[in-house]
């Protein structure tokens, strides 16, 4: 079993639309979630960052962490043909070690 | 401009002979790592370093070098390339946060294929 699970997809959703992407993990030492957005033949940028439990919001993105199921979930609002990315899970119980999840590719049709 | 930079972008080569992937970063981190990617698996690290001179193994570091001579320079050395080897790989600079965890910024990667 992975440390970290993603749904590949793709998602397709229509402009406008609210996503949703999460992840699950099995290491209870992890604290630092992050997502990063992946663009195609780029490499990916740091989107969300959040500590431990809660959510973070940023404009139309919205991160959540729910640390007791091991969850954690991106809220992208008023979704944009721009948003169409790979978007990445990764997680850290600190240092410099990251574990990525395999990404989930995000398809907005205008 | 903040950057981490990497050549070549596309590589094809055969087994056996012997690449250099170089990686410089301009943003004075001290942490920089190399990952591979491939479709299903995500982001794997395939090596790290904390500073200059001190290098450590990640998750798959089995067929690689690296070397860390200089703070803005870390190349990935193949040093006998095999076919299971062919991904697209990455070079990341890191910058410690006061929370103590790290936030990776991403070169544009290097897409190899070995024959």
């Known amino acids: 079993q992975k440390e970290v699970e993603q749904d590949p997809g793709p998602l397709s959703v229509p402009e406008g639309a609210i996503v949703s992407l999460n992840c699950t993990y099995s290491n209870s030492a992890f604290q630092y979630f992050m997502w990063y957005r992946q663009y195609s033949r780029k490499g990916p940028e740091l989107l969300m960052y959040?500590?431990?439990?809660g959510n973070k919001e940023d404009g139309r993105f919205t991160a959540q962490v729910d640390k007791s199921s091991k969850y954690i979930s991106l809220f992208i609002r008023d979704s944009q043909p721009s948003d169409s990315a790979t978007y990445l899970c990764a997680m850290s119980a600190g240092g410099n070690k990251l574990v990525f999840g395999a990404g989930t590719i995000l398809r907005v049709k205008s | 401009e903040a950057q981490v930079t990497q050549n070549p972008r596309y590589l094809i080569t055969v087994t056996g002979k012997k690449l250099t992937v170089t990686c410089s970063q301009n943003?004075?981190?001290?942490?920089m790592s190399w990952y591979r990617q491939d479709p299903g698996l995500g982001l794997r690290q395939i090596y790290y370093?904390?500073?200059?001179?001190?290098?450590d193994k990640g998750d798959v570091p089995e067929g690689y070098k690296v070397s860390r001579k200089e703070k803005r320079n870390f190349p990935l050395i193949l040093e006998s390339p095999s076919p299971n080897q062919t991904s697209l790989y990455f070079c990341?600079?890191?910058?410690?946060?006061?929370?103590?965890?790290?936030?990776?910024?991403f070169g544009p990667g290097t897409r190899l294929t070995v024959t």
């Open positions: 943003m004075n981190h001290e942490y």
């Open positions: 370093s904390m500073n200059v001179e001190v290098t």
């Open positions: 990341a600079s890191s910058l410690r946060r006061d929370s103590g965890t790290y936030e990776q910024y």
């Open positions: 959040t500590y431990s439990s």
